[in-house]
T-cell receptor
Framework: DTEVTQTPKHLVMGMTNKKSLKCEQHMGHRAMYWYKQKAKKPPELMFVYSYEKLSINESVPSRFSPECPNSSLLNLHLHALQPEDSALYLC????????????FGSGTRLTVV | AQTVTQSQPEMSVQEAETVTLSCTYDTSESNYYLFWYKQPPSRQMILVIRQEAYKQQNATENRFSVNFQKAAKSFSLKISDSQLGDTAMYFCAFSQGLTQGGSEKLVFGKGTKLTVNP
């Protein structure tokens, strides 16, 4: 299995809703990442889980909450989002060997209404 | 801090022609890694090609090849025999390798939108 699987592919949520994005990989990668990407822009790093330790981009609002139940699974919990949070959310993982970059999932297209 | 610059926001090429996408970067490190990622309208970022800075030989993957000029800090992507399926955003990225925490930090350029015309 050489894939990173993200669900759902599309999500529409209201500003008062709570939802979660899910990401899964079975490649034995020990680092997983959440990125936010606006149209025609590069991805922006939100969170990194490496060997079950979390690193946070300090600019990410607290309405985004990551969770890593195990080394294969990464969730992103969403609460009280704003319309400007509408974007493509990409999950990625990287292997323990240096310099091989990321394997990305196909993303979740999030629309906040 | 490392930076990656892609100076061509948009490019177009005719099918079967050759096109070159530019990328320059800034770093004081001697060992690092460079990548080209493709993101078609289907959204998934796909690794096209990678280059290790300590290797002088330019990487090649089928129709994709790079021109890596370490002294000039330049890493351009050449696509030969362009196909309609090559239409996508292309991102150049830089990595210093694994951090002490075991993750890998990628620094992305702003991207080049490539359109292949029939």
């Amino acid at each position: 299995d050489t894939e990173v699987t993200q669900t759902p592919k599309h999500l529409v949520m209201g500003m008062t809703n709570k939802k979660s994005l899910k990401c899964e990989q079975h490649m034995g990668h020990r680092a997983m990442y959440w990125y936010k990407q606006k149209a025609k822009k590069p991805p922006e790093l939100m969170f990194v889980y490496s060997y079950e330790k979390l690193s946070i981009n300090e600019s990410v609002p607290s309405r985004f909450s990551p969770e890593c139940p195990n080394s294969s699974l990464l969730n992103l919990h969403l609460h009280a989002l704003q319309p400007e949070d509408s974007a493509l959310y990409l999950c990625a993982s990287s292997q323990s060997q240096t310099g091989y970059g990321y394997t990305f999932g196909s993303g979740t297209r999030l629309t906040v209404v | 801090a490392q930076t990656v610059t892609q100076s061509q926001p948009e490019m177009s090429v005719q099918e079967a022609e050759t096109v070159t996408l530019s990328c320059t970067y800034d770093t004081s490190e001697s060992n690092y890694y460079l990548f080209w990622y493709k993101q078609p309208p289907s959204r998934q970022m796909i690794l096209v090609i990678r280059q290790e800075a300590y290797k002088q030989q330019n990487a090649t993957e089928n129709r994709f090849s790079v021109n890596f000029q370490k002294a000039a800090k330049s890493f351009s992507l050449k696509i030969s025999d362009s196909q309609l399926g090559d239409t996508a955003m292309y991102f150049c990225a830089f990595s210093q390798g694994l951090t002490q925490g075991g993750s890998e930090k990628l620094v992305f350029g702003k991207g080049t939108k490539l359109t292949v015309n029939p």
